[in-house]
């Protein structure tokens, strides 16, 4: 499994981004998974009086909807990203928005500066609004993910290794338990 990432703040292209290359890597017959970090302090998938919600409040300490087409598990805290990638076994996986990941990704960006921000090891390629106006940005590709993507997703095939597990890319956070 390849596992990257891509950052940048809102309104910068990262779904875009995300909905280009897992069209293209679907296109040449991978499988593919995605994680999206979602970084709103009132956001929750268990909302208040919904079924679920009065399960947990009930004392269900790990709660699952299953619908007829889709199955939602919901942990009762943020599990760390090398949990979260022991459920996938995609060729690929997406991880969009995720701040604790240090290994190979794209930043999207509008601005010079949000780049510079957000540049560290690993980063391979700079992607979203900023693609409009340039190609390259101090050594790295810029690339526009909905004109190229077929360009992109050949970097990502070279750029990124076999995740391997428990990797020293993902942060150490709380795991659950």
């Known amino acids: 499994m390849k596992v990257f990432s891509i950052t940048g703040i809102?309104?910068?292209g990262k779904t875009t981004t995300a909905e280009a290359v897992i069209v293209e890597l679907r296109r040449r017959n991978y499988s593919v998974g995605s994680v999206k970090d979602i970084h709103f302090e009132g956001f929750s998938l268990d909302?208040?009086?919904?079924?679920?919600?009065?399960?947990?409040?009930?004392?269900?300490?790990?709660?699952?909807?299953?619908?007829?087409?889709?199955?939602?598990?919901?942990?009762?805290?943020?599990?760390?990203?090398?949990?979260?990638?022991?459920?996938?076994?995609?060729?690929?996986?997406?991880?969009?928005?995720?701040?604790?990941?240090?290994?190979?990704?794209?930043?999207?960006?509008?601005?010079e500066i949000?780049?510079?921000?957000?540049?560290?090891?690993?980063?391979?390629a700079i992607v979203g609004q900023i693609s409009n106006r340039l190609k390259e940005y101090r050594g790295l590709?810029?690339?526009?993910?909905?004109t190229?993507?077929?360009?992109?997703?050949?970097?990502?095939?070279k750029a990124v290794p076999i995740w391997t597990g428990h990797e020293q890319w993902a942060e150490k956070e709380t795991c659950y338990d």
């Open 47 to 111: 909302q208040e009086g919904t079924n679920t919600y009065r399960h947990r409040m009930a004392g269900a300490q790990l709660v699952t909807a299953r619908g007829l087409y889709e199955t939602d598990v919901m942990f009762p805290q943020r599990l760390s990203l090398d949990i979260i990638l022991g459920f996938y076994q995609q060729d690929f996986v997406v991880l969009e928005g995720a701040m604790d990941f240090k290994g190979p990704g794209m930043i999207a960006a509008c601005t």
């Open 141 to 146: 590709p810029v690339i526009n993910a909905i």
């Open 10 to 12: 809102s309104k910068s």
């Open 148 to 157: 190229d993507p077929v360009h992109l997703v050949d970097l990502i095939e």
């Open 114 to 124: 949000e780049i510079d921000e957000r540049r560290r090891d690993n980063i391979f």
